[in-house]
């Protein structure tokens, strides 16, 4: 069964830290990809950032120098470390995970975890 779980979301005060965690199922094989992505209420699912599998981090330019992606390839996980939080990074957080299920590649979305910042 192909899983994407999500979990860490939560209430936090603007300027606290969050972190936040993704496992993926072992039934994904190959995975080259895992990240992030969020949408507040009324806008779209935005990039905030991914990582493959050989550390190669991209960052949208919102959370550069705040949040940090890692990766722990051998448990299918990836984390997100979000620092000096802010009122507009209120969104569901939805984990990406790109690899293979069988003979297809495609990606693999979580549930989503909500994250809400107050001011």
């Known amino acids: 069964q192909v899983q994407v779980v999500e979990s860490g979301g939560g209430l936090v005060q603007a300027g606290g830290s969050l972190r936040l965690s993704c496992a993926a199922s072992?039934?994904?094989?190959?995975?080259?990809?895992m990240g992030w992505y969020r949408q507040a209420p009324g806008k779209e699912r935005e990039l905030v950032g991914t990582?493959?599998?050989?550390?190669?981090?991209n960052y949208a330019d919102s959370v550069k120098g705040r949040f940090t992606i890692s990766m722990d390839n051998a448990k299918n996980t990836v984390y997100l470390q979000m620092t000096s939080l802010k009122p507009e990074d209120t969104a569901v957080y939805y984990c990406?995970?790109?690899?293979?299920?069988?003979?297809?590649?495609?990606?693999?979305w979580g549930q989503g975890t909500q994250v809400t910042v107050s001011s």
């Open positions: 990406r995970t790109r690899g293979r299920v069988g003979v297809s590649t495609n990606d693999y």
């Open positions: 072992r039934s994904i094989f190959s995975i080259y990809l």
């Open positions: 990582t493959t599998t050989g550390g190669v981090t």
